[in-house]
């Protein structure tokens, strides 16, 4: 029979010392001599030799001298009786050791004096606690090596899986065992004198005060786990007791130190949550929880490569990645700051950076910086004005102007980039002109997307002034795309009441419309309404089409989401993103221009996903890699909370077919505001499709290319089936509450030139 049948293997964590004074104890260790399957290991010789160098550092002895003290020892003191035998039961192992003082003299004797003797006499009076074993392995097994403690309690629930061993020191004969027996074992057969206590069900309301005080306070908790909500109970009953806290991240060296025992009224996580506790974490969901983990570890200071791999979690990769390097740095940066810290050094509060790749700098790749906009001078836009040509019979006061530029402003522009600029010559004639510097971006192909904006500003133009009395005319100027001048408006007389004209109706949508990108319950649009925006369209030769039906947005959603994907990994596109993005309220109120954050709607964590693209690097990461296919699912909820789908169409490519359609998209968007729809552009794709169709050069590679190319045979099964239209614009309609913000626009007297 095998001596370990004697012993529960599931049960037998560490070794069992028999002491060579003791009758029992050594019956045991015969028996365990006598068997043929354990295999012994006596090196006391060896062991004694080194404790006689040790005790008489100053001495050389050679190898005659030192046997010959070895032999004169055991005369004096009975070898058999000598020491201790350790008995390690999972591996069939019997050892003979020195007594304890004895041994712990020796394997500690080439800390001197990185670690003194006193210093290490102090560290013996000590107890660490450790929560999570993956991480936490090195850190223990590290603490262990320099026995910086008298006592290591253990806690992990988990069990050893293949994934685990890119990382964590086991072998395959581990696979299935307690991740935190496997650590209590390995460092058993390091130090078996050192006091482990183990906590094999993890750590819970339950335990986590005798994971703490039994058997007295810990001295320094380290949190390696991955359980947000037992990360913050462990600090809240920490931080009662005024136990000091390290973390490790595992990723740029991050140290995290929590000084409760001299800061007891530190808020926990440094304040990064807030006044959120153990209790408001207990209920929620995982995914809830990323915003705060993400706010608890810091998003600009993970690595791009972090970043990276968090977006492609449940898309590429199953969990977030952890490499045996950067463990093992962590283990060597808690050891040296847990000993640091317990002998009294001061090591404050805070986070402390031991990034490998700071330190060991490779040439790094030069990542384009976005240039300002440039400023024109008033002459740069006169100069494009039709001379002579055009001249008003009823000159607007200025009051008037103002009024009807401050409305027309309130037109939606990609980006809200607002690119226009209006010009009142001494004619009264009010000309629209392209600020092609405020505009100029992937998605502005030929300035397409500029025109749809001033098609709405002049259809604003035209409803406002009907409802002010003024008889007007609007010429479009511009022939061929990337025209300067856009539009000439004409006055010709005033009357005391509205004039008269189609869909005045909608004039009370003008200041109501704005963009609403809040995804709530899904309510279908009626056939009767549709029809009405269908209507909407028919003066100007623009065709609505709408698709409402739940099976054909499924579809939709990728081909917008993998668009948006392609537009980020692009290098102009990424640019034009970072500068459109306000990222604070302030930023917002600054410019005036712009996507304020707040107006995208986000839950938390698609706003931290975000977050992370703001890192260059993480998305140059993603386009030589072929990487990033978690930003397709960021808009999934936009579609398929969609009550419609609506499609602007044209039967032509041209200047004025944009304006039309510009003038149509306003039309929609204030009868839908009007009875209680709420609208959101979903139309960047449709530029990048008419780009790629029409350029050579495009900065998109073959791959993207041939992907784009497919995502556009795939809208054609759902919209324009016969592509024999041009598509023009995409809106979502549905129903939701109030928007949280809206954008702001520029003050009138930085778009109006008066000559």
Partial sequence: MLPSSQFDFHRQISPIIYQLNDLQDILKVKELLDSPYVRAVDQLNSQM?????????????????????????????????????VFFPWKNILVRLLPEEEFVLVRTQRNNYKITSKEQEELRKKKIGIIGLSVGQSIAFAIALERGCGELRLADFDTLELSNLNRIKAGVTDLGVEKVVIAAREISEIDPYLKITVFRDGISEENIGDFLSGGGDLDLLIDECDSLDIKALAREKAKAKRIPVLMETSDRGMLDVERFDLEPNRAIFHGLIGDLKFTDLQGLTSKQKVPMALKITGISTVSTRMKVSLLEVNQTIASWPQLASAVYLGGATVSHASRKLLLGEKIESGRYYVDLDELIKKESEEIPLVSKKSVKATEDFVQHLP??????????????????????????????????????DKEGVLHLIHDKDKSESLL?????????????????????????????????????FDEDLIASVLFYSKIDSPYT??????????????????????????????????????????????????????????????????????????????????????????????????????????????????????????????????????????????????????????????????????????????????????????????????????????????????????????FNL???????????????????????RRDVSESLIIL
């Avoid at 005790?55 to 004169?72: G, I, Q």
């Avoid at 103002?402 to 522009?413: D, G, M, V």
């Avoid at 001033?454 to 259809?459: C, D, K, N, P, Q």
Wanted: glycine residues 8%.
């Fill in 501 to 718: 004209v189609l869909h005045a109706n909608l004039a009370k949508g003008i200041d109501l419309r704005c963009t609403n990108r809040k995804n709530e319950e899904r309510e279908l649009i009626s056939p009767e309404e549709i029809q009405e925006f269908k209507l909407l369209a028919e003066d100007l030769g623009v065709t609505l089409e709408v698709q409402d039906d739940l099976g054909v947005l499924e579809q939709l959603a990728p081909i917008l989401g993998g668009m948006d994907r392609l537009r980020l990994l692009h290098e102009q596109g990424y640019a034009d993103f970072m500068n459109e993005i306000r990222w604070s309220d302030k930023d917002a109120r600054d410019t005036k221009d712009g996507i304020d954050i707040a107006t995208l709607e986000m839950g938390n964590v698609e706003r931290a996903a975000i977050g992370l693209v703001r890192d260059p690097g993480t998305v140059e990461f993603f386009r030589k890699n072929d990487l990033g296919y978690g930003l397709t699912k960021i808009s999934d909820q936009t579609v398929l909370t969609a009550g419609a789908v609506m499609m602007l169409e044209a039967d032509e490519y041209t200047p004025e077919a944009f304006l039309k359609s510009g003038a149509v998209l306003q039309r929609v968007w204030m009868k839908a505001n009007l009875t209680g729809y709420s609208v959101q552009p979903i139309s960047a794709s449709l530029f990048i499709f008419h780009r790629v169709n029409r350029e050579e050069s495009t900065g998109f590679n073959s791959a993207e290319k041939e992907q784009i190319i497919l995502f556009k045979s795939q809208l054609n099964t759902i």
């Fill in 49 to 85: 030799a080194e404790l006689i160098k040790a005790k008489n550092p100053a001495k050389s002895f050679s190898d005659l001298e030192l046997a010959a003290l070895v032999s004169d020892f055991f005369r004096e003191n009975d070898r058999e009786k000598y020491g201790a035998w």
């Fill in 444 to 480: 502005d192909y030929l300035g397409t997307g500029s025109l749809l904006a001033f098609g709405a500003a002049l259809e604003i133009i035209r409803l406002t002034g009907a409802n002010m009395g003024l008889e007007l005319s609007i010429h479009y100027q511009i022939a061929q």
């Fill in 722 to 744: 016969e592509n024999q239209k041009e598509e023009m614009f995409m809106v979502r309609i549905n129903r939701a509450s109030d928007p949280s913000m809206r954008s702001f």
């Fill in 387 to 424: 001379a002579g040509k055009y001249k008003s019979t009823y000159k607007l006061s200025e009051e008037e102007l103002k009024y009807l530029i401050q409305k027309a402003n309130t037109a939606p522009s990609g980006g809200n980039s607002q690119p226009w600029k209006w010009i009142f």
